[in-house]
């Protein structure tokens, strides 16, 4: 198990760009090589929703449609750390992010196979 803190939200014009970090903490950078990661968003109202996710090494991603050519994940196994870099932002990219983790090889959208999640950081983007 690790406990994952995001951090780097805040608010941006649309057009804009953002870098999330979500770091894995009370984990050696070996165990944080055994967890496949991912990013998810929930905007208000609306329920969490799959933004994407990168493989042990990062060698393979998966994005959502909405974000792909826009978003890009990637991580730092030395650093405990993956990130989310955002370019052109949205309005409709408001949202709360969270990042989640999984000891496995899964990278996809079912939240039920991730087993740790982040408390998330604000995103807001304004018109």
């Known amino acids: 198990q690790v406990q994952l803190i995001e951090s780097g939200g805040g608010l941006v014009q649309a057009g804009g760009s953002l870098r999330l970090s979500c770091t894995a903490s009370?984990?050696?950078?070996?165990?944080?090589?055994?967890?496949?990661m991912a990013w998810f968003r929930q905007a208000p109202g609306k329920e969490r929703s799959f933004v994407g996710g990168?493989?042990?090494?990062?060698?393979?991603?998966y994005y959502a449609d909405s974000v792909k050519g826009r978003f890009t994940i990637s991580r730092d196994n030395a650093k405990n750390t993956v990130y989310l870099q955002m370019n052109s932002l949205k309005p409709e990219d408001t949202a709360v992010y969270s990042c989640?983790?999984?000891?496995?090889?899964?990278?996809?959208?079912?939240?039920?196979?991730?087993?740790?999640w982040g408390q998330g950081t604000q995103v807001t983007v304004s018109p």
């Open positions: 990168i493989s042990l090494y990062g060698d393979s991603t």
């Open positions: 009370a984990a050696s950078e070996r165990t944080f090589s055994t967890y496949a």
């Open positions: 989640a983790a999984n000891q496995g090889h899964y990278i996809g959208p079912w939240q039920e196979r991730y087993s740790d």
